[in-house]
């Protein structure tokens, strides 16, 4: 079986400050994995995915994340906070590929100035 | 620009009565998912169609909830008699899986209040 484990319910940062939002997976296959991110009132958007290609994947608005095969980590970070980045945040394993996605708790993100 | 579109967006009902919420995927999408999100449970799988046959509706209350696919363009979700604990936002998503496409596109939900 596959699962996330997200380390943190919540995390809070200055804007301008870096950001780190941790995940853990577990798999018995080679995992795809991917963020998602919500904000309030709204659908998930896809912020970046990991499949079997590099091991740092860059997503959009300028986020990233590191597969560490030997952590079984995925963690979420971007350099400086930007007030519009305060939102909830969902790291997915997908394993075997093409089977459904499994979220993580959730990781809410709050950005004060 | 495509995107998956759900109706209704919201939806109030009194108890027991039938609820239907629908879904059009992006078109070409093969993977069709309902998940429900609950302050409660997070983000939970419902079901899941591939080429619209049902691939996984073990998260989902047989009794009372269905989901079908009646054609390509349209997957439904159907909850008869609702119940207050069915309250919760319904997401539908959809995604060309298979190789190294992997990702699923998300609706903007239908949320559901049963009183």
């Known amino acids: 079986a596959q699962s996330v484990t997200q380390l943190d319910s919540h995390v809070s940062v200055s804007e301008g400050t870096p950001v780190l939002l941790r995940c853990n997976y577990s798999?018995?296959?080679?995992?795809?994995l991917f963020w998602y991110v919500q904000h309030p009132n709204k659908g998930l958007q896809l912020l970046l995915k990991?499949?079997?290609?590099?091991?740092l994947v860059k997503g959009i608005n300028g986020f990233e994340a590191e597969f560490k095969k030997s952590e079984t980590s995925f963690h979420l970070t971007k350099p400086s906070a930007h007030m519009s980045d305060a939102a909830e945040y969902f790291c997915?394993?997908?394993?075997?590929?093409?089977?459904?996605?499994?979220f993580g708790k959730g990781t809410t993100l709050s950005v004060s100035s | 620009d495509a995107r998956v579109t759900q109706t209704p967006r919201h939806k109030v009902t009194e108890m027991g009565q039938e609820v239907t919420m629908r879904c059009q995927p992006i078109l070409g999408h093969n993977t069709v998912f309902w998940y429900r999100q609950t302050m409660m449970q997070g983000l939970e799988l419902l079901a899941y169609?591939?080429?619209?046959?049902?691939?996984?509706d073990s998260g989902m209350p047989k009794d009372r909830f269905s989901a079908e696919m009646p054609d390509a363009t349209l997957a439904t979700l159907k909850i008869q008699p609702s119940e207050p604990r069915d309250s919760a936002v319904y997401f539908c998503a959809s995604g060309l899986l298979g190789g190294m496409n992997t990702e699923a596109f998300f609706g903007q939900g239908t949320r559901l209040t049963v009183v």
């Open positions: 169609f591939r080429n619209r046959a049902p691939l996984d």
């Open positions: 990991y499949t079997s290609a590099a091991t």
């Open positions: 997915v394993v997908n394993a075997p590929a093409g089977t459904a996605l499994i």
């Open positions: 798999s018995s296959y080679s995992p795809s």
